[in-house]
């Protein structure tokens, strides 16, 4: 059942008539067990391809039950590595011989964040923060719910347990309110996405097919190359927040608040700020159970005040590398996290070495200069675009295209997008702010109940006529991670 | 619960409402469209169809009469040198459509004589003959040709347009009808704002198109007339189609059962076939081990099938100067009036014997109208 799929709209519905069926906060709890499991299911032809997701849940389970019964380092430590081998055997990573992986198919989709809720309630039960045990109907419900089991966003266990606890209250608003954000995300995967997909498709079938490649002259192919990345990461933005946009408006439906996992990110104004936008419960996972106990054990071996800000530095770099390795199974993983990885760690030294160079006062003064903000827009998104090209190539498609465009071809590339965008962006900006003056939102004749819905129609309609121009509905595409 | 139903009951409401406005104004500002007299998909980028599958697709309707009628079928070989527009003036007795769709096997070929049999009655379908242009393209497995990254695997052209404004159903065993072929007409009037809407769409985003996909503006005539392959073209070409046929030199048997079952199936309603071995440059069908297999397929299976009352076989092999051809495959714009009028010579020749066992029947009292 894709989420883009009119089933999934139909079986999203029935869910949150079933939910409101009844204030019983316990009916409610068996209906998401109900409906997480006919999701799941909707996945396989055969119960065999739920077995491995099935014993991984029961593994998770008994290790979380176990270390909040016996909560000791060496026990975290013996049931962490258990749950992370089981992961990496299970996602077959490229590395494992075939011999190890199991000789049947079965679903792949989720297990990454069953892992991180699974790690989330295994480090806090080390921790004695979970103090009450968790039920198997709560841990199935928390690590598989129907609407974050494809890719998330992460929520916490605790905002779990409080809202499982609170009754359904819906009122007319709120349930126009999240009509509006589920057309809203549709709008985003099935029209905004989906052109940019397409757009993407067909820049890149150019760029990486040799023939047409070789046709290119180099300022061509750089052009073709970065107007390739640009495209793929508006597709990837539009996709993903409009996943969001969508399980946020059912979970409101029935009775789940769901956090958010965007933050405008193409207002981020450095790369750090960027991962504080963009995939905020992920970033927010790797603060918390890598980033943070990482600094720690950095700081406890080098105690120097004057190393403090290079820590952090260094943390920055093995977090975001190993956040960017998570992305997939091959090598060219490893170089999109080594990315990320240097991304983020030349962005806190710039931040530590420009402080101590001009003085803190200095550097926010002017950090905060109007062209100062636009370049550091146009830098952090150049950086990424171009960084997520690993994500639609593989190794050798990666290694043709460095090869051809060279250093220099790759930096003129990188400060070329850069200005692009930083002129975009203030094109951009100029032209909402003289549309938000209009406020057109504000204006009683926009505000009835009988104009927003007619809204929502005219922005259905926008969907089905984009969907219908294209062959096949758009994949989520961060179900593949 | 009730707010939910409530919200979506306005919101049906007023998508009804904004949809048939919509309706209206498309209908006011554009007619409906049809495929014209003679369904013919080489103009289809003409009309609101724009695509040759979608043309085929929802232009059919007006096949269901008892007027005597010869569709073309084939693939972009068929729709360049076998004309609708230079085949109907050499047999003004019949109708001459072309249903041909680029880019077709013989699985797609088989789709559009579904197409076009189930918009037709019976007695339609026995005045219905299909003329089918034959080479080894067209003989591609449909695990080579339809499971492509750009549609759901195994959808053929035809299957996206049964698919594409919900006529038909996904089903495990393939497509299923969702709106009965009878109201085919009625639906197509139903979408007709989606119609305008992609239309005005590609018009206004054509040259961005193009420029993007780095497509290169169509050739004239002209300069078709006057194009020489070199050897360095050539050999490009013959890897192209080993690529496109699925990295193979052999054609599978099955195929060529799927053209057999074809046949019986229009023989079987009443209708006629012309089944047209479609020539190659001498040079592709010389270099190509994919022809040769082929040629080994096609030999007996053509033998059987023009043994078989109502089947007639064209042979135009021998039509195979590499001067006459614009590419690996197509016809030069001056070779196409040539085919056209050799083609039609078996019509016609079809023609007279029909009519004269047409009249020995009525004579001896066994046809029956």
Same mark, same amino acid.
């Given at each position: 059942?894709?989420?883009?799929?009119?089933?999934?709209?139909?079986?999203?519905?029935?869910?949150?008539?079933?939910?409101?069926?009844?204030?019983?906060?316990?009916?409610?709890?068996?209906?998401?067990?109900?409906?997480? =499991?006919?999701?799941?299911?909707?996945?396989?032809?055969?119960?065999?391809?739920?077995?491995?997701?099935?014993?991984?849940?029961?593994?998770?389970?008994?290790?979380?039950?176990?270390?909040?019964?016996?909560?000791?380092?060496?026990?975290?430590?013996?049931?962490?590595?258990?749950?992370?081998?089981?992961?990496?055997?299970?996602?077959?990573?490229?590395?494992?011989?075939?011999?190890?992986?199991?000789?049947?198919?079965?679903?792949?989709?989720?297990?990454?964040?069953?892992?991180?809720?699974?790690?989330?309630?295994?480090?806090?039960?080390?921790?004695?923060?979970?103090?009450? %045990?968790?039920?198997?109907?709560?841990?199935?419900?928390?690590?598989?719910?129907?609407?974050?089991?494809?890719?998330?966003?992460?929520?916490?266990?605790?905002?779990?347990?409080?809202?499982?606890?609170?009754?359904?209250?819906?009122?007319?608003?709120?349930?126009?309110?999240?009509?509006?954000?589920?057309?809203?995300?549709?709008?985003?995967?099935?029209?905004?996405?989906?052109?940019?997909?397409?757009?993407?498709?067909?820049?890149?079938?150019?760029?990486?097919?040799?023939?047409?490649?070789?046709?290119?002259?180099? %300022?061509?192919?750089?052009?073709?190359?970065?107007?390739?990345?640009?495209?793929?990461?508006?597709?990837?933005?539009?996709?993903?927040?409009?996943?969001?946009?969508?399980?946020? =408006?059912?979970?409101?439906?029935?009775?789940?608040?769901?956090?958010?996992?965007?933050?405008?990110?193409?207002?981020?104004?450095?790369?750090?700020?960027?991962?504080?936008?963009?995939?905020?419960?992920?970033?927010?996972?790797?603060?918390?159970?890598?980033?943070?106990?990482?600094?720690?054990?950095?700081?406890?071996?080098?105690?120097?005040?004057?190393?403090? %800000?290079?820590?952090?530095?260094?943390?920055?770099?093995?977090?975001?590398?190993?956040?960017?390795?998570?992305?997939?199974?091959?090598?060219?993983?490893? +170089?999109?996290?080594?990315?990320?990885?240097?991304?983020?760690? +030349?962005?806190?030294?710039?931040?530590?070495?420009?402080?101590?160079?001009? =003085?803190?006062?200095?550097?926010?003064?002017?950090?905060?200069?109007? +062209?100062? +903000?636009?370049?550091?827009?146009?830098?952090?998104?150049?950086?990424?675009?171009?960084?997520?090209?690993?994500?639609?190539?593989?190794?050798?498609?990666?290694?043709?295209?460095?090869?051809?465009?060279?250093?220099?071809?790759?930096?003129?590339?990188?400060? =070329?997008?850069?200005?692009?965008?930083?002129?975009?962006?203030?094109?951009?900006?100029?032209?909402?702010?003289?549309?938000?003056?209009?406020?057109?939102?504000?204006?009683?004749?926009?505000?009835?109940?009988?104009?927003?819905?007619?809204?929502?129609?005219?922005?259905?309609?926008?969907?089905?006529?984009?969907?219908?121009?294209?062959?096949?509905?758009?994949?989520?595409?961060?179900?593949?991670? | 619960?009730?707010?939910?139903?409530?919200?979506?009951?306005?919101?049906?409401?007023?998508?009804? #409402?904004?949809?048939?406005?919509?309706?209206?104004?498309?209908?006011?500002?554009?007619?409906?469209?049809?495929?014209?007299?003679?369904?013919?998909?080489?103009?289809?980028?003409?009309?609101?169809?724009?695509?040759?599958?979608?043309?085929?697709?929802?232009?059919?309707?007006?096949?269901?009469?008892?007027?005597?009628?010869?569709?073309?079928?084939?693939?972009?070989?068929?729709?360049?040198?076998? $004309?609708?527009?230079?085949?109907?003036?050499?047999?003004?007795?019949?109708? *001459?459509?072309?249903?041909?769709?680029?880019?077709?096997?013989?699985?797609?070929?088989?789709?559009?004589?579904?197409?076009?049999?189930?918009?037709?009655?019976?007695?339609?379908?026995?005045?219905?003959?299909?003329?089918?242009?034959?080479?080894?393209?067209?003989?591609?497995?449909?695990?080579?040709?339809?499971?492509?990254?750009?549609?759901?695997?195994?959808?053929?052209?035809?299957?996206?347009? $049964?698919?594409?404004?919900?006529?038909?159903?996904?089903?495990?065993?393939?497509?299923?009808?969702?709106?009965?072929?009878?109201?085919?007409?009625?639906?197509?009037?139903?979408?007709?704002?989606?119609?305008?809407?992609? !239309?005005?769409?590609?018009?206004?985003?054509?040259?961005?198109?193009?420029?993007?996909?780095?497509?290169?503006?169509?050739?004239?005539?002209? @300069?078709?007339?006057?194009? *020489?392959?070199?050897?360095?073209?050539?050999?490009?070409?013959?890897?192209?189609?080993?690529?496109?046929?699925?990295?193979?030199? @052999?054609?599978?048997?099955?195929?060529?059962?799927?053209?057999? !079952?074809?046949?019986?199936?229009?023989?079987?309603?009443?209708?006629?076939?012309?089944?047209?071995?479609?020539?190659?440059?001498?040079?592709?069908?010389?270099?190509?081990?994919?022809?040769?297999?082929?040629?080994?397929?096609?030999?007996?299976?053509?033998?059987?099938?023009?043994?078989?009352? #109502?089947?007639?076989?064209?042979?135009?092999?021998?039509?195979?100067?590499?001067?006459?051809? #614009?590419? @690996?495959?197509?016809?030069?714009?001056?070779?196409?009036?040539?085919?056209?009028?050799?083609?039609?010579?078996?019509?016609?020749?079809?023609?007279?014997?029909?009519?004269?066992?047409?009249?020995?029947?009525?004579?001896?009292?066994?046809?029956?109208?």
């Amino acid at each position: 059942m894709t989420l883009t799929s009119l089933g999934f709209v139909a079986f999203a519905l029935v869910v949150a008539l079933l939910s409101n069926a009844s204030r019983s906060i316990e009916w409610r709890s068996w209906v998401l067990l109900a409906a997480n =499991g006919a999701f799941i299911a909707s996945y396989v032809d055969r119960p065999l391809h739920l077995l491995p997701l099935a014993g991984f849940l029961a593994l998770c389970f008994a290790s979380i039950e176990f270390v909040r019964r016996r909560p000791s380092t060496p026990a975290l430590w013996a049931t962490l590595t258990l749950i992370v081998a089981s992961f990496i055997l299970l996602k077959k990573f490229s590395f494992l011989s075939e011999a190890w992986l199991l000789p049947f198919p079965y679903l792949l989709m989720g297990l990454s964040y069953v892992l991180f809720r699974a790690l989330h309630l295994l480090i806090d039960a080390r921790q004695g923060e979970l103090k009450e %045990p968790v039920s198997p109907r709560d841990f199935f419900n928390y690590t598989c719910n129907f609407l974050t089991f494809t890719a998330g966003p992460i929520q916490r266990f605790e905002a779990y347990r409080a809202q499982r606890q609170q009754p359904l209250m819906l009122d007319e608003s709120r349930v126009l309110r999240a009509f509006s954000r589920v057309i809203l995300g549709f709008l985003k995967v099935a029209a905004v996405s989906a052109v940019f997909d397409n757009l993407f498709q067909t820049v890149s079938g150019r760029l990486l097919d040799a023939h047409a490649a070789a046709a290119f002259s180099l %300022p061509a192919f750089a052009l073709t190359f970065v107007t390739a990345a640009v495209c793929y990461t508006v597709y990837l933005y539009y996709n993903f927040s409009g996943y969001v946009d969508i399980v946020v =408006g059912v979970g409101w439906l029935c009775g789940q608040d769901l956090p958010e996992n965007f933050n405008h990110p193409f207002l981020a104004r450095s790369f750090l700020d960027f991962w504080s936008r963009w995939h905020m419960t992920l970033s927010d996972w790797f603060k918390t159970y890598v980033f943070n106990p990482l600094l720690k054990v950095l700081a406890a071996r080098f105690r120097s005040p004057k190393a403090g %800000p290079y820590l952090a530095v260094a943390a920055f770099f093995i977090t975001f590398t190993i956040m960017g390795v998570w992305h997939g199974t091959t090598s060219v993983f490893v +170089i999109y996290g080594l990315i990320l990885g240097a991304g983020a760690s +030349i962005n806190k030294l710039w931040q530590v070495l420009a402080g101590q160079r001009l =003085g803190k006062k200095r550097y926010k003064a002017l950090a905060e200069k109007q +062209i100062a +903000i636009y370049v550091s827009r146009g830098l952090t998104l150049a950086y990424f675009a171009l960084a997520l090209t690993c994500l639609w190539v593989d190794l050798t498609q990666l290694l043709v295209i460095a090869g051809r465009l060279g250093a220099l071809g790759a930096v003129a590339c990188y400060f =070329g997008l850069a200005l692009a965008a930083a002129a975009g962006f203030f094109a951009w900006d100029s032209l909402a702010g003289r549309l938000a003056r209009l406020q057109l939102g504000e204006r009683a004749a926009f505000r009835g109940i009988t104009a927003q819905n007619l809204g929502l129609a005219l922005q259905i309609l926008l969907i089905v006529t984009v969907a219908s121009f294209f062959h096949k509905a758009p994949e989520f595409v961060y179900r593949a991670f | 619960m009730k707010l939910i139903a409530v919200q979506v009951a306005r919101l049906l409401a007023a998508l009804l #409402g904004v949809y048939a406005l919509l309706l209206l104004v498309c209908l006011v500002l554009v007619p409906l469209g049809s495929g014209g007299n003679r369904l013919d998909t080489a103009r289809a980028g003409s009309t609101l169809f724009i695509t040759e599958p979608k043309y085929a697709f929802m232009a059919r309707s007006q096949l269901n009469t008892t007027t005597d009628k010869v569709i073309l079928l084939g693939a972009s070989n068929v729709l360049v040198g076998l $004309r609708q527009d230079q085949i109907q003036p050499h047999v003004p007795q019949l109708e *001459v459509h072309s249903l041909a769709v680029s880019g077709s096997n013989i699985t797609q070929v088989g789709q559009v004589v579904d197409l076009v049999r189930e918009v037709q009655s019976p007695a339609a379908r026995a005045h219905t003959s299909y003329v089918i242009g034959l080479w080894y393209g067209l003989f591609a497995e449909d695990r080579a040709r339809w499971h492509t990254p750009d549609r759901v695997a195994g959808d053929t052209d035809i299957d996206i347009e $049964r698919y594409r404004y919900g006529f038909y159903r996904r089903t495990p065993n393939g497509p299923v009808p969702l709106l009965p072929p009878r109201y085919l007409q009625a639906g197509t009037a139903l979408v007709h704002p989606y119609l305008v809407l992609d !239309r005005a769409t590609r018009d206004v985003t054509k040259s961005m198109r193009s420029f993007i996909s780095g497509k290169s503006a169509p050739t004239t005539d002209e @300069e078709r007339n006057a194009i *020489v392959l070199s050897k360095a073209q050539q050999d490009q070409y013959l890897s192209f189609w080993h690529d496109y046929m699925g990295s193979t030199d @052999e054609l599978k048997e099955a195929q060529f059962q799927t053209l057999r !079952r074809i046949v019986d199936q229009i023989v079987s309603a009443g209708g006629e076939v012309v089944l047209v071995d479609l020539p190659l440059p001498a040079w592709h069908s010389q270099r190509s081990p994919l022809w040769r297999s082929y040629a080994s397929h096609m030999e007996p299976t053509l033998a059987d099938l023009q043994k078989r009352p #109502g089947v007639v076989v064209v042979r135009m092999g021998d039509d195979n100067r590499d001067d006459d051809f #614009g590419d @690996e495959v197509h016809p030069k714009p001056r070779v196409a009036p040539r085919w056209a009028a050799r083609l039609a010579k078996t019509l016609n020749a079809e023609g007279d014997a029909r009519q004269a066992n047409f009249a020995r029947d009525s004579v001896s009292g066994l046809h029956v109208e």
